[in-house]
């Protein structure tokens, strides 16, 4: 036989046993779903709307529990509010491990306290905890060091007269000084050269990590690593900022007082001190690195995205912002800075604050879980660390709770009176076990630099409101807004 048909025969084989084995095995008896093709899964029902519109299509057919396959992988997804809480609240232990993200799977690898699993997580999770409570609320309270990142704020936008201005990395200013603050000890000025190269990459790797080439990285990861793409500057991107934390760790360790522990870094550093001769403790350097890149990059670009996107939707809604400057007018005036107390007294711009993280709907396929025991839900079984999705999109726009799902409407969160209602739907922050660390810290900051803000300036745009487009620049893991210019112009 020619070696041209040898050869021929032998790559035929090959082909069909990569098949067979790439083919999904049943296991257990997952929801319904598309039948996937082997290795490619359900590539045939993905479209460029990326994971989200093809969720959506996909439920339309299966219901609120379905399975997709990521590739090889099969991954089951939750669509709506009650699909989500009985999953998450009602099975939280179940439910409460962690999924992987392909993109940043080579930096995280299963450390720090957002990627951890089992009684790593737990020993991370319950240590941050405590430690980001004692620095938040300690000499200086978490209030009074937000109160003091507005002020430097407004002097800063002052000195733009009216002009327009980007206000991205300003608004990734203030959020990372507040978990700077906590985790590093300090915050840093506005013109910082290091303080601006690690917001960049920040606002760039959240980008990426949510563009279209992410969630194709995310089907054929173990086959695209091996090529150029925007997963390896990602991982350029975040190796950058871990050799920055390591340096700031390496400058704990040679100034560090046991007796006075200034931040979460000399407090961790005590930890590892103290539990060096247990060989189980998940108290290293590596799980120190990792959980201040995580706390770093979440306590960031969560917030300051948020920002971006409620000032956006000021000027598209300029009567909403004169509502909320009203209530700002008759509850705390002009002479003083606004307080986490004021916050019970001002029922519209809480609303607002609500709607806009509603609206915004900044992580809409969740952060990935996954099962830690062989799990019976709704009739299925779900094998032990099988992949789920909580789409928290769905619960965000679930016609059941909100009337008008895709319209900015405050009125989603008032009741008839006026008052504050909330609602089970609610749930930016994700719900359950691994609800986000920094919910309290998010909420407070939210608070105080929206009513700091339109205290003092009136908004205007150079597009008009009927212009101004609301739609995502980038919409996978995360939901990033288009840039834009705005005025703030002293009122």
């Not at 016609?399 to 006026?418: I, K, M, R, S």
């Not at 998010?442 to 009136?458: D, G, K, P, V, Y």
């Amino acid at each position: 036989m020619e070696p041209s048909v040898l050869l021929l025969l032998a790559l035929l084989v090959g082909f069909v046993l990569l098949l067979v084995r790439g083919y999904p095995k049943a296991r257990g008896h997952l929801p319904p779903g598309p039948r996937p093709l082997p290795l490619l899964g359900n590539l045939l029902q993905m479209d460029r709307g990326g994971f989200l519109n093809s969720f959506r299509r996909i439920r339309e057919k299966y219901g609120d529990v379905f399975t997709v396959h990521l590739g090889p992988r099969p991954v089951v997804m939750l669509y709506g509010t009650e699909a989500i809480r009985e999953a998450l609240v009602d099975q939280a232990e179940a439910f409460s491990g962690r999924g992987t993200i392909a993109v940043v799977e080579p930096i995280f690898r299963g450390y720090g306290v957002v990627f951890a699993n089992g009684e790593r997580w737990k020993a991370l999770r319950r240590f941050s905890l405590v430690t980001m409570r004692d620095f938040g609320m300690g000499k200086r309270s978490v209030e009074e060091r937000i109160q003091e990142e507005a002020r430097c704020l407004v002097e800063e936008f002052r000195k733009s007269q009216g002009a327009p201005l980007d206000p991205t990395f300003l608004f990734q200013c203030i959020t990372a000084n507040i978990i700077c603050s906590i985790v590093f000890g300090e915050r840093f000025d506005y013109k910082d050269h290091q303080f601006l190269r690690l917001l960049y990459l920040f606002y760039q790797s959240f980008s990426l990590i949510s563009s279209f080439s992410s969630q194709v990285f995310e089907l054929f990861s173990g086959f695209l690593r091996y090529f150029p793409g925007t997963h390896r500057q990602i991982s350029r991107n975040l190796q950058e900022i871990l050799d920055y934390i390591g340096q700031s760790v390496e400058k704990h360790r040679a100034t560090l007082d046991p007796s006075h522990p200034r931040d979460f870094i000399d407090t961790y550093l005590l930890r590892m001190e103290k539990e060096k001769s247990n060989q189980h403790t998940e108290f290293d350097h590596q799980n120190l690195v990792i959980s201040v890149l995580s706390l770093f990059f979440a306590g960031t670009e969560t917030s300051s995205t948020t920002l971006r996107y409620g000032f956006l939707l000021m000027l598209k809604y300029p009567h909403v912002a004169e509502k909320v400057q009203k209530e700002i007018d008759q509850v705390i005036g002009s002479h003083r800075l606004p307080t986490l107390e004021d916050r019970t007294k001002m029922p519209y711009t809480e609303a607002v604050i609500y709607e806009i993280q509603r609206f915004s709907d900044l992580i809409p396929i969740g952060v990935p879980h996954k099962v830690t025991k062989d799990t019976l839900f709704r009739g299925y079984l779900l094998p032990k660390n099988t992949e789920v999705y909580p789409i928290l999109s769905s619960a965000l726009h679930d016609p059941q709770y909100f009337e008008q799902p895709d319209t900015f409407n405050p009125d989603h969160f008032l009741d008839a009176n006026g008052a504050l209602k909330k609602s089970e739907a609610f749930m930016p922050f994700s719900i359950g076990k691994r609800i986000c660390l920094g919910e309290g810290i998010a909420r407070n900051e939210l608070f105080l630099f929206f009513t700091t803000i339109l205290q003092n300036f009136s908004l205007s745009s150079p597009v008009a409101p009927k212009d101004i487009d609301l739609s995502p620049k980038e919409s996978g893991f995360g939901k990033v807004p288009q840039t834009y210019q705005i005025c703030f112009l002293a009122r």
